[in-house]
């Protein structure tokens, strides 16, 4: 094996840490999970000059190593154990040329960890812009390191930070500054209970709770011979230590930087006047998403038919193509139309997940946040829950996750249990394929009707979130500190790289995620679609053709009617007609019904489904939407699909909580069950009532 | 009655001369939000809540319960 080296990508968020991740490694990259906790782990590989690679992990951004959530504590967790195997050989600190100050407090605190690091100054192309110079000389001796000026934009810089990572054994471990000066006597005493240990590692140690296995807090205040300190105490000291890691570094930037204010011109100023004003800001959020709604339906409709009509055809070239059995029905009829029914909304997602990824790099994000907080306070959240509410349109799971920065547990817990309302991708084919069913398709002042009912629909969940927010406000009794701190980065034109990447990791995960559900509930289906007991089912012919006998009926005819009495007496018809009594009242039949219960694995399975169920023993060559239109009701004649019926299955996925991934999140993140059995419950008896109340109403 | 960056009006700017520290989380003082330097009031939302500031050129918001307990001079 080639030599390999361990390279830790560390910075400040909104630095553009994972731009240059991503200039890094390219597409060699790959998404997965810490072991045992829910945080995103982002590794990759990078050729160096001279036959090296590198081994490069983006580590979630923190401020400092002193962890407020559980993902800045697997920054910390890393860094202070040497034994893991990700343990960096180098530290890359990324930091951005406009908060050079801010982004050295991490950068100072990790060359105390005696790692060796190297400073990237990214962002370099805006530094004329901003009227700024570097001393970078001056700049690498005061901090004992090499630094790297980048810029993602330009593509500068990063063949000298690649010569540098390739170099690092050349790099100083020395601190660049004495942190024990905070408290002499505590930190000698520190010393001579520990020899062996970096006092740094300790003060971290103590300051935190970091579990790293070797030597834990409370071992420490067990050996420890000496006063230890209150959590109080501690606190001054850290306040101490932060102001004295500010007096080094503004000492540094006094010679190493210069600002000329005078030639740095300000677009913030400008935009912010605009979108974070009292009135306009609101305006003009809503008329971004209204335009997000819009384009998400007018830009997909292209590629979304050619998938359908594409998979109608591969399904009947495999039908013709391949000998006739067992093998090529399933293959026909239960696999191909079930991964049709997820293909065909890949357009969708992508697209959403585009304009969420847009809006996060722009640095809009931050001032909706701001825009939002007092309004969503008073539903019992916080102006961050705006992030999960929106990014849940796209995935509950990983909104939930990005509630982690809410300080408030009380706020947080409330943003978790409420985000499944919001109407993520996954309930997005189901609406779809009901709205083109039972929404005419006519424009009312430019605007759709079925994109202002898509629009409806989310905002039926936004609605719902907030409405149970402010009972959740009500009835839980916690009380927590409030702490509300969210930086207002600069705005940043996304970059073209960033966004797709995003866009193809997220639909990729969310594709090959719900796939193999998919397919393996489009198997089973097919299978019980396929068979059944008695002679109901295995006598089928003799029954119709009996009871059809004198009514002079083509082959074609006699062939369907044959299908549909099979169907009915698979094992799939007796459990959906076992479960039709309780959804008749909704306006379903029970193909619906086994629909709605394999939906319960995820939504997205609902068309899937449908086209499987459908699809088995029927000849024609058909797309999903014109089978479900061709649907009849079996009582009262008609198709099955109407308004009403439409309208309550909408709703119904509106409010219902069907997914079981969402619910192993919410255990996971909130540590019990009782949450999410109380939304599971809560949740899908309220759909229920109100698909009741809507199909009763309307038809 | 001393002053504190809740009595900022938009656009202006005072040195910071204490945090009480039981209100402050650790984050806003490693942001920089630290006895000596500036802090200048950007914007705000309704109420003067939350408030949009820039304190030694790190921009942030935080509420005015936050504010509360950050003491200043006005310049």
């Not at chain 1, 053709?545 to 169907?567: F, G, I, M, R």
């Not at chain 2, 806003?28 to 050129?57: K, R, T």
Request: charged share 20%.
């Amino acid at each position: 094996m080639s030599k390999q080296i361990n390279v830790a990508l560390i910075g400040n968020p909104n630095t553009g840490k994972t731009s240059v991740f991503n200039a890094l490694t390219g597409l060699n990259q790959k998404v997965g999970n810490y072991p045992g906790i829910t945080v995103e782990k982002k590794e990759g590989i990078c050729k160096l000059p001279r036959g090296v690679k590198a081994h490069i992990i983006d580590l979630p951004g923190t401020y400092s190593l002193n962890a407020s959530s559980l993902d800045e504590n697997v920054v910390i967790e890393l860094l202070l154990n040497k034994n893991d195997k990700d343990f960096p050989d180098v530290a890359v600190v990324v930091s951005d040329v406009e908060n050079l100050k801010r982004n050295l407090l991490l950068f100072t605190q990790i060359k105390d960890l005696e790692i060796p690091a190297i400073l990237v100054i990214n962002m370099a192309d805006r530094m004329r812009y901003k009227g700024i110079s570097l001393d970078i000389p001056h700049l690498e001796e005061q901090l004992n390191t090499k630094i790297a000026l980048v810029s993602t934009r330009k593509k500068n810089g990063i063949v000298e930070l690649k010569e540098l990572i390739s170099n690092y054994k050349d790099l100083s471990t020395t601190p660049c500054m004495n942190a024990s000066e905070i408290d002499r006597e505590y930190f000698d005493n520190l010393r001579k209970a520990f020899p062996n240990q970096l006092l740094y590692k300790l003060w971290l140690v103590i300051t935190q709770d970091v579990n790293f296995g070797k030597t834990d807090r409370n071992e420490i205040d067990a050996v420890a011979n000496f006063k230890t300190k209150t959590k109080a105490d501690l606190k001054r000291l850290q306040q101490k230590e932060t102001i004295k890691r500010y007096q080094f570094i503004n000492n540094t930037l006094k010679k190493g930087q210069t600002i000329d204010l005078n030639t740095a011109k300000d677009l913030r100023i400008k935009l912010d006047r605009i979108l974070t004003h009292k009135v306009w800001g609101y305006v003009i959020f809503f008329v971004i998403l209204l335009t997000i709604f819009q384009a998400i339906y007018d830009w997909s409709s292209v590629p979304m038919d050619f998938i359908d009509s594409s998979f109608v055809s591969l399904s009947e070239w495999t039908k013709n193509g391949l000998p006739e059995g067992a093998f090529t029905s399933l293959l026909a009829e239960g696999i191909i139309p079930g991964l049709g029914g997820i293909v065909i909304f890949i357009p969708q997602i992508a697209f959403l997940f585009l304009f969420i990824s847009v809006l996060e790099e722009s640095g809009y994000m931050s001032r909706v946040v701001f825009l939002m907080d007092r309004g969503m306070r008073r539903f019992g959240l916080s102006g961050k829950s705006i992030v999960p509410l929106i990014s849940g349109t796209a995935c509950a799971i990983p909104a939930i996750m990005a509630t982690r920065n809410i300080e408030n547990w009380k706020e947080r817990l409330i943003t978790i249990l409420v985000t499944p309302f919001t109407t993520c991708s996954a309930r997005l084919p189901v609406y779809l394929i009901i709205i083109s069913l039972v929404i005419p398709e006519g424009r009312f002042l430019g605007l759709g009707y079925q994109a202002m009912t898509l629009m409806l629909l989310y905002l039926i969940g936004f609605g719902a979130a907030l409405v149970s927010a402010m009972i959740l406000n009500k009835i839980l009794k916690i009380k927590s500190k409030t702490f509300f701190v969210v930086e207002m980065p600069n705005y940043k034109l996304p970059l073209f790289k960033n966004v797709v990447l995003t866009v193809i990791e997220k639909t990729k995960a969310f594709v090959f995620g719900a796939g193999k559900i998919i397919l393996a509930i489009s198997i089973i289906l097919w299978f019980l679609a396929s068979y059944g007991p008695g002679d109901d089912f295995n006598k089928a012919e003799e029954i119709i053709s009996t009871e059809y006998a004198n009514q002079n009926l083509t082959e074609d005819e006699v062939n369907e009617h044959v299908a549909s009495y099979k169907l009915e007496h698979s094992f799939l018809g007796i459990t959906g007609r076992a479960i039709e009594p309780a959804i008749r009242p909704l306006g379903y039949d029970w193909k619906i019904g086994i629909a709605l219960v394999s939906s319960f694995a995820a939504r997205e399975v609902f068309v899937g489904t449908l086209a499987t169920i459908y699809s088995v023993g029927s000849d024609d060559e058909e797309t999903i939407k014109n089978r479900m239109a061709g649907e009849v009701n079996p009582i009262l004649g008609g198709p099955l699909f109407t308004f009403a019926s439409g309208i309550s299955l909408l709703l119904f996925y509106a409010f219902a909580m069907q997914c079981m991934s969402t619910l192993a999140i919410v255990q996971r993140e909130t540590n019990s069950w009782k949450w999410p059995i109380l939304q599971l419950v809560i949740m899908s008896g309220f759909a229920y009532l109100i698909a009741l109340i809507a199909f009763q109403l309307l038809k | 009655m001393q002053l504190t960056v809740a009595h900022l009006k938009r656009g202006q700017r005072g040195i910071i001369t204490d945090v009480s520290s039981i209100y402050i989380p650790l984050k806003l003082l490693e942001m920089g939000c630290l006895p000596g330097n500036y802090v200048e009031l950007v914007q705000v939302a309704h109420f003067s809540d939350p408030m949009y500031l820039n304190i030694n050129g790190t921009h942030l918001a935080i509420r005015k319960e936050t504010a509360l307990h950050i003491f200043i001079e006005i310049l």
